[in-house]
């Protein structure tokens, strides 16, 4: 018997769900979508992703709140229902079926989904993950923002770190620092936590949100501001954070060793407040 998930309001068994050729998430990634962390069976930080999922819908005009606000709901009994204790949580709107054109008709009824998908393995609890990384031109759009399926360069990006060795890619637009294919970018230089200010050139990340606000709570300094790649490079610690893997230690940038080449101080102390704040052990 195969997992349910839902498709437009159904319960559904992953096998048999399909949508239309002609929805418009396929043909124009005209979607958006938010993936939640799920810790013993709990949702973490559920109220700010609903929020990150309206406002990445209304963006785009896809809804004023009803229908992610609906398929949380119907994500939540689909939890419940399937009974995973830890999970990550995927759901995706986008505007619909319609003949191929690029002027989206009035009226069309949004297609929704929402699954349960396997937690990427740590390799150890309470230590940071340790991943290699290069830098790419950021050549995305510059509404980065909005949590939208559009990640052609982002797949591209990864897809060419992995080729040449690496992890993963972080993004540099006009010599600074932007975020990685799937995860903000954090730096410790002179022991201050610095990371990227919200704008519309990053995702404006859940995980980041918590790991300052650890931060503040365990001392340590935090600047909110540009930083360029050639600082990046000199950092002590290269840090990134996404609800996949939660808070993982660049140990080699565009392949030098970064510190010591282990995750530093500053990750692993906030690993572990993010863990214990996660698990509520």
Not at 25 to 30: I, K
Not at 33 to 55: C, K, Q, S
Request: proline residues 7%; glycine residues 8%.
């Amino acid at each position: 018997m195969t997992r349910q998930m839902v498709l437009n309001g159904r319960f559904v068994p992953e096998d048999e769900a399909t949508i239309s050729p002609v929805d418009r998430g396929f043909q124009f990634a005209e979607s958006v979508y938010e993936v939640i962390r799920i810790y013993g069976g709990r949702p973490f930080e559920i109220d700010r992703h609903l929020r990150r999922f309206r406002a990445s819908a209304a963006a785009i005009g896809l809804s004023d709140g009803y229908v992610t606000d609906t398929l949380g709901s119907q994500a939540l009994e689909l939890l419940a229902r399937v009974g995973d204790k830890d999970a990550l949580l995927y759901m995706q709107v986008s505007s619909g079926a319609a003949p191929r054109a690029h002027l989206r008709p009035e009226g069309l009824t949004p297609t929704t989904i929402a699954k349960l998908m396997p937690v990427p393995p740590v390799p150890a609890p309470w230590v940071p993950q340790q991943l290699t990384a290069m830098t790419v031109p950021d050549e995305r759009w510059a509404q980065c923002h909005i949590k939208t399926t559009m990640l052609l360069v982002n797949t591209t990006a990864k897809r060419r770190a992995v080729a040449e060795g690496h992890d993963d890619a972080i993004f540099i637009r006009d010599g600074f620092v932007t975020e990685a294919t799937a995860a903000n970018v954090f730096a410790v230089i002179g022991g201050v936590l610095c990371t990227p200010p919200k704008s519309n050139y990053i995702l404006h990340g859940i995980t980041r949100e918590v790991l300052l606000e650890l931060a503040a709570e365990a001392g340590v300094p935090v600047v909110e501001g540009p930083i360029h790649l050639l600082r990046l490079r000199e950092a002590e610690e290269v840090i990134m954070t996404a609800t996949a893997f939660e808070v993982a230690s660049v140990t080699r940038l565009d392949g030098k060793t970064v510190g010591n080449g282990e995750p530093g101080p500053v990750a692993r102390k906030l690993v572990q407040r993010f863990q214990k704040r996660a698990t509520g052990e």
